[in-house]
């Protein structure tokens, strides 16, 4: 159990790593795009997949 929870909490911190450096690099290289495209409806759709992919990718 112990090794699963240790594993998941690495795989989550990855992913929101990921999203978080997606998300800048798209404010960076198309900041007028990036405000139509990384709207609150658009984020809150995106964070359950998220959430959902790091004990998915967790199990061996």
Excluded: C
């Excluded at 159990?1 to 798209?26: C, D, H, K, P, W």
């Amino acid at each position: 159990m112990y090794q699963f929870v240790n594993q998941l909490s690495y795989t989550a911190s990855v992913i929101i790593l990921v999203v978080v450096s997606g998300e800048r690099y798209l404010a960076i290289v198309e900041p007028l795009r990036a405000k139509s495209l990384l709207t609150r409806r658009n984020m809150i759709l995106l964070l359950p997949r998220d959430r959902l992919q790091g004990p998915g990718r967790s199990v061996k």
